[in-house]
């Protein structure tokens, strides 16, 4: 699966749990929270001030690597 910014978090933590530390090293440190969840990866970016496009070609590497 590629993940790109429209998926929520949950999405892609449900399919690989160990994309966490990534979203954590963008700031995104509340990945329990139901409503983080449902957030896009665009909308949650925006939120915390971080880049999607970043953010997404780094979880794709991390699935690419260890998927």
């Known amino acids: 699966m590629t993940i790109d910014k429209t998926m929520t978090l949950g999405q892609v933590l449900s399919a690989y749990p160990g994309t966490a530390r990534i979203f954590m090293e963008f700031g995104m440190h509340c990945l329990g929270c139901p409503h983080a969840t449902a957030e896009s990866i665009e909308e ?3 939120v ?20």
């Open 48 to 67: 915390h001030g971080a880049n999607a496009d970043e953010l997404v070609h780094q979880l794709n590497e991390w699935v690419a690597e260890n998927a």
């Open 44 to 46: 949650a970016s925006m």
